[in-house]
């Protein structure tokens, strides 16, 4: 492989909520855990699942499919929350599964298409045709950023 393709190309988490893939850059993911009790906040949105304690750091879990506006599911065997690093601090995000990590080359990201029916697609980077599948590339930090306040790293 070439330099100019290596620096061209960036991985990226691959995860699956209902039955669609996204993913996301593998540079914003702290750790994955297998999905755990959350202590729930009073009155905090419907997709703020709860905090929980991460090596002394209160972190909040947002439940990606209730934050998409995804028909919510039990919790599976394969329920993970994913640990993003985001600005200073971290926010988890629950997701159906892990499928794998995957490297794109910039041109292997389209952009997202534009819908007039005032659909928020602000979140998605682009989209990714992968093995016959297609990746919704998300930027979850801009999505989250502004919805819940990150936990400081420690």
Same mark, same amino acid.
């Given at each position: ?67 998409? !506006?995804?028909? @919510? @599911? ?12 985001? !600005? ?6 629950? &997701?159906?599964? &892990?499928?794998? &990590? ?14 007039? @029916? ?37």
């Amino acid at each position: 492989m070439l330099a100019a393709e290596r620096v061209a190309r960036a991985e990226y988490l691959a995860f699956r909520l209902c039955d669609e893939e996204y993913a996301i850059d593998i540079l914003d993911v702290r750790e994955i855990r297998a999905h755990e009790p959350v202590t729930r906040i009073a009155q905090a949105p419907a997709f703020l699942k709860g905090v929980i304690n991460l090596r002394g750091a209160i972190v909040p879990i947002v439940d990606l499919r209730s934050r998409f !506006g995804l028909p @919510a @599911a039990e919790r599976e065997a394969g329920t993970v929350v994913v640990i993003l690093a985001l !600005g200073t601090g971290y926010v988890g995000v629950a &997701v159906d599964a &892990v499928v794998d &990590v995957v490297a794109l080359a910039r041109d292997d990201v389209h952009p997202a298409p534009s819908f007039e @029916a005032g659909i928020d697609t602000s979140f998605i980077r682009g989209i990714a045709p992968l093995d016959g599948r297609m990746l919704i590339v998300a930027d979850l930090a801009g999505l989250l950023e502004s919805a819940v306040p990150a936990a400081k790293a420690a």
